[in-house]
């Protein structure tokens, strides 16, 4: 799930410090949201590798010949130290996105890639369960007075779509916009209608424009009853 093309290596020897970036912390809830920010921050840092392995801890201990005697030695592997350096700036780095109930379990791990692969056992069989659960919200989500009004059912539909595309299930563009259509109520049946036979390409952008036009319209209309 937390597969990367990482390079090997970073692009240089030296040790890279963690800035401090704004990332939302992981809770129970948002394990695809949290994902789909570290990934691209980590491997824009060279620093992927440490998490999925790619860049593996080297040896402690080295054997290095004497070029005059022949003489074969121990040695402390200055790689080693350098490595386990880097992998605690990304473990520290990793703790800190994750709230108090996360990070428990947890924090008695000694290596990025550890906790990596715990989060991700912990979390994968319920992001599975979303994605399922993403679905039904989506067949049976509606936009009807009491409830949302038409602009914030298209941004409730367009954010679990969003999930969706996070989570490596994206939809067709156009199953996004039968959805949206769909549970209009028969207030917006005319704007259905007009969506529908469209024959040219239209963008979610266009579709919000439109659909703020008519609410807006369908606002005036009632007012004036009203008056």
Do not use: C
Not at 36 to 57: E, H, M, N, T, V
Not at 69 to 88: A, E, G, H, I
Not at 131 to 141: D, F, H, M
């Amino acid at each position: 799930m937390f597969s990367s093309n990482s390079p090997a290596t970073p692009p240089h020897s030296s040790v890279i410090s963690m800035p401090f970036v704004a990332i939302i912390k992981l809770n129970h809830d948002n394990f695809l949201l949290w994902k789909a920010q570290l990934i691209p921050y980590f491997r824009g840092q060279y620093l992927f590798g440490y998490i999925d392995g790619s860049i593996p801890k080297p040896p402690k201990i080295i054997s290095v010949t004497h070029p005059e005697t022949f003489v074969v030695s121990k040695r402390l592997n200055p790689s080693y130290s350098q490595w386990v350096r880097q992998d605690n700036l990304i473990l520290s780095t990793l703790m800190t996105f994750l709230l108090e109930p996360i990070l428990a379990p947890v924090v008695t791990y000694t290596s990025s890639k550890v906790v990596w692969n715990a989060l991700d056992d912990t979390f994968s069989s319920r992001s599975r369960a979303r994605i399922l659960q993403i679905g039904t919200q989506l067949a049976t989500a509606t936009a009807t007075k009491g409830s949302k009004t038409a602009t914030d059912y298209f941004h409730y539909i367009k954010r679990l779509t969003d999930e969706l595309v996070v989570a490596g299930q994206p939809l067709n563009h156009n199953d996004i916009i039968t959805y949206i259509l769909a549970g209009l109520s028969h207030e917006y049946d005319s704007f259905v209608v007009s969506i529908s036979a469209r024959t040219d390409d239209i963008t979610l952008e266009e579709i919000y424009s439109l659909l703020l036009t008519s609410e807006a319209r369908l606002s005036r209309h009632q007012l004036t009853s009203i008056i």
